[in-house]
T-cell receptor, first 111, second 114 residues
């Protein structure tokens, strides 16, 4: 069974600092890895999906990497802004179309 | 496309009552899922479906039932509600076939059982 862990559970940074969010998983046979953003009381917004054959994906200020051999994925957010404050969830796809979620990292960007 | 829609947005139930959470998608996705999210936790899979007429249990199915009579709809039934079912419920869908299997989520239903 895929176990996904996100550490730390919460993070507070000043505006402009780069954010580094960590995600680790136990099963290196992971199919894809997906990063989500969740605002308080809202649903999940997909940010990036990294296929198992890829090592990274980029979208604007966001960059996500995937290292299957070490069981890690990292989400980088460059030049953070107060609007980046949210909870970020990572989830590993297995090849049977199911997702295993981490508990998330709650980010606060201070103006 | 409306994407994945869920109703209601909020609901308060008394212990022992029953209700159905509605989920619909207009993307012609074969795979649909129900998750619950408890405070400070990740999402846990309740039930999923790989197509009309086919459903299967996820990680936490006890106290819930599902049906999938059409591709578009995937309702979740709570029988005899208990306080432990207080949670936020999310429905999701994904296309089948070749990847990358990105999952699309609905806005959620916030349920309180008192």
């Amino acid at each position: 069974k895929q176990e996904v862990t996100q550490i730390p559970a919460a993070l507070s940074v000043p505006e402009g600092e780069n954010l580094v969010l960590n995600c680790s998983f136990t099963d290196s046979a992971i199919y894809n890895l997906q990063w989500f953003r969740q605002d308080p009381g809202k649903g999940l917004t997909s940010l990036l999906l990294i296929q198992s054959s890829q090592r990274e994906q980029t979208s604007g200020r966001l960059n996500a990497s995937l290292d299957k051999s070490s069981g890690r994925s990292t989400l980088y957010i460059a030049a953070s802004q107060p609007g980046d404050s949210a909870t970020y969830l990572c989830a590993g796809h297995s090849n049977d179309y199911k997702l295993s979620f981490g508990a998330g990292t709650t980010v606060t960007v201070r103006a | 496309n409306a994407g994945v829609t869920q109703t209601p947005k909020f609901r308060i139930l008394k212990i022992g009552q029953s209700m159905t959470l509605q989920c619909a998608q207009d993307m012609n996705h074969n795979y649909m899922y129900w998750y619950r999210q408890d405070p400070g936790m990740g999402l846990k899979l309740i039930y999923y479906s790989v197509g009309a007429g086919i459903t299967d249990k996820g990680e936490v199915p006890n106290g819930y039932n599902v049906s999938r009579s059409t591709t578009e709809d995937f309702p979740l039934r709570l029988e005899l509600a208990a306080p432990s079912q207080t949670s936020v419920y999310f429905c999701a869908s994904t296309p089948s076939g070749a990847g990358p299997y990105e999952q699309y989520f609905g806005p959620g239903t916030r349920l309180t059982v008192t």
